[in-house]
């Protein structure tokens, strides 16, 4: 399986900025779709945003508008430009590779370690 990096994540006030990075290290993706996923203190880990290497994408309603996920194939990274951030973003940011075109987390099976990001009111 192919390792996958996040970076990026970090402490930002309300109305701020971050791009995340989700590298594949060391190689390609193993699939076809590369997903962001966010996990909040007691809840769930929710889909955000998903991308095929054909180019398409999908956002999540919660986000939409602020938030766009980009892929560069020479550099195998993925990326989420998080813009407007609320404090209700803050939550750890993982991404990870699928065998489908979806939100839903279970498609997904090669998980990076996750990133955080806290937005301060």
């Known amino acids: 399986q192919v390792q996958l990096l996040e970076s990026g994540g970090g402490l930002v006030q309300a109305g701020g900025s971050l791009r995340l990075s989700c590298a594949a290290s060391?190689?390609?993706?193993?699939?076809?779709?590369i997903g962001w996923f966010r996990q909040a203190p007691g809840k769930g880990r929710e889909g955000v945003s998903c991308?095929?290497?054909?180019?398409?994408?999908m956002i999540s309603n919660f986000v939409t508008g602020r938030f766009t996920i980009s892929m560069d194939n020479a550099k195998n990274t993925v990326y989420l430009q998080m813009t407007d951030l609320k404090p209700e973003d803050t939550a750890v940011y993982y991404c990870?590779?699928?065998?489908?075109?979806?939100?839903?987390?279970?498609?997904?099976?090669?998980w990076g370690q996750g990133t955080q990001v806290t937005v301060s009111s």
């Open positions: 990870a590779t699928g065998r489908a075109f979806s939100l839903d987390k279970s498609v997904y099976s090669n």
């Open positions: 060391g190689s390609t993706f193993d699939t076809d779709y």
């Open positions: 991308i095929s290497r054909r180019g398409a994408t």
